[in-house]
């Protein structure tokens, strides 16, 4: 029997009230069924609307302090159980241990965070107009959020929306990618946990809900739901561009986290092994399943023919296999979906006359047929108008382009329609600062790999990357809170602002 897992409403664990379900199964071995999870409904998010709106009458009077230590309990409860967490994430997502040490570490950072910013949440106050007047502003939380996650980072992405969502004060229901449901209900669990424990008596169910199930049926009907007053996405720009035509129209707050076509730039000057260390970090860790992936390198001409020829005997060497086994450096990717993908944009590639595939292209085969294996993928002259050169591919495959100048450099770079993540290898610092004037993007790596960000500094990008808004730091309050103005007189008075000062 495998084990049988549920949504989360209003305090109680619950199958789906259709009584349906999916399975989800280890990507690097398809004989491993992970558990039975639910196949929600529009009535489970009906059900989930109404125990978070309830809910968020009593949570938003919380001070937010007494919300900040709810999130330093999950903080501690994560890291106990860090090795555990990471080793089942593995095991749903596939990538190495490593990885997702890192990515519950990175939910233990933004925790911490979060638990600090209960005893912040800044406003600010400003002089009147008027004697005897006083003006000040704070934050307010909004109401109900409607967390909508993707498979990539199963730990720390929901924890970057949920964590700001609740200190400012919101109630929460999220709905995590189909392929990593387990690692949400964890997280769900720990928060619940959390709440009773620093709560006590007070404890409040309904402040999060889990509600399982597809884009179609339940990420449909949250962003259409009239009780739900703000949406947070990260996943395509396509799903990104839908959502906004729906909530957006509703005017409901969207923030939208989408995709990428990161460059990494390496100039003659730089420092080649360290250039080296990067791409291959950046373009094959999380098996190119991050949107901060190094898709494409571009490569001063003067330098081209050595790095490649290093590039290409370094990917070689990388280790494919299940990453909960030692040595593994590049698991698998997520399903296969994802790897008929890959094997599209392989063949787009290899269609155009220029283009030359260098290393991989294909599945790896032998022991690894039970998983959705992809071997590290390179192509060179590649040209900036090629589709791989142009379009998100998510997997481990990287598109080498060649130019003749830091200039031609970053207009390659910035020509696509993205503009999440950025890299620059040089020890030039003229040409460093020019790269960050110029570059557009949301982030930029001077002699550091396109990924990696750190859960303290705002994450996100510029163009069909997303609308506007950041996650991480204390940016991301923003978009939990909204403003209240207040004035008090104490004039005794009633004055005119405007008219009687003027
Ligand atoms: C994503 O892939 O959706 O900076 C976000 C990084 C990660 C962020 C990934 N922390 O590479």
Redesign the pocket.
């Known amino acids: 029997m495998s084990e049988k897992f549920r949504n989360f409403i209003n305090g109680e664990w619950l199958d789906s009230s259709g009584g349906e379900t999916f399975e989800n199964r280890n990507p690097a071995d398809n004989s491993d069924l992970i558990g039975i999870f639910p196949s929600s409904n529009k009535q489970d998010v009906d059900d989930a609307v109404k125990s978070a709106r309830v809910a968020f009458e009593k949570w938003r009077l919380i001070p937010a302090p007494k919300r900040g230590d709810v999130l330093k309990v999950v903080g501690d409860k994560m890291l106990e159980r860090k090795d555990e967490i990471s080793f089942e994430m593995t095991r749903e997502m596939g990538k190495v241990f490593a990885e997702t040490k890192g990515d519950t570490q ?1 939910g233990i950072d933004t925790a911490y965070y979060a638990a600090s910013e209960g005893r912040r949440l800044f406003g600010y106050n400003a002089p009147s107009e008027l004697p005897n007047k006083m003006n000040l502003s704070f934050r307010v939380p909004i109401g109900v959020a409607g967390l909508i996650t ?1 498979f ?2 199963p730990m ?2 929901p924890t970057w929306k949920m964590f700001p969502a609740l200190v400012c004060g919101n109630t929460v229901i999220i709905k995590p990618a189909e392929l990593v449901p387990k690692t949400a209900t964890t997280l769900v669990e720990i928060v619940d946990e959390a709440m009773k424990e620093v709560l006590g008596k007070d404890y409040i169910p309904g402040v999060v809900n889990l509600v399982q199930g597809t884009g179609e049926i339940v990420g449909e009907a949250m962003i259409s739901h009239d009780g739900i007053d703000l949406i947070s996405f ?1 996943g395509s720009s396509e799903v990104g561009s839908h959502i906004n035509s729906v909530a957006g129209k509703m005017l409901k707050r969207v923030s939208l ?1 989408m995709g990428g076509k990161n460059a990494q730039i390496v100039m003659p000057d730089a420092n080649m092994e360290l250039a080296l260390d990067a791409v291959l970090w950046g373009a094959f860790g999380t098996t190119g399943q ?3 992936a190094t898709s494409r390198l571009i490569l001063h001409e003067s330098i081209h023919d050595s790095f490649v020829l290093k590039l290409k005997e370094r990917a070689q060497a990388l280790r494919l296999g299940y990453g909960n086994d030692d040595n593994v450096d590049v698991g698998p990717v997520i399903s296969q979906e994802s790897l008929d993908k890959i094997q599209k944009y392989v063949s787009i590639g290899q269609e155009e006359d220029k283009a030359e595939l260098i290393i991989g292209g294909k599945h790896p085969g032998g022991d690894l047929s039970k998983g959705f294996f992809f071997e590290p993928t390179i192509f060179v002259n590649v040209t900036r108008d090629m589709r791989i050169a142009r379009e998100e591919i998510f997997g481990p495959v990287l598109s080498v382009i060649k130019c003749k100048s830091l200039d031609e450099a970053i207009s390659i770079l910035n020509d696509t329609k993205y503009g999440l993540s950025s890299s620059i290898f040089t020890n030039d610092v003229n040409d460093a600062f020019r790269a960050v004037r110029d570059i557009k993007a949301g982030i930029t790596y001077i002699n550091g790999a396109t ?3 750190e859960a303290h500094m705002p994450f996100g990008g510029v163009k069909a990357t997303g609308n506007g808004h950041r996650e991480g730091g204390w940016t991301v309050y923003d978009f939990y809170s909204e403003w209240k103005a207040v004035y008090v007189d104490y004039s005794g008075k009633l004055q005119r602002a405007q008219i009687d000062n003027y």
């Open positions: 990175e993707p990539n980072f720390a992405i990260t986290e991050r949107c901060t990924i990696g960000a």
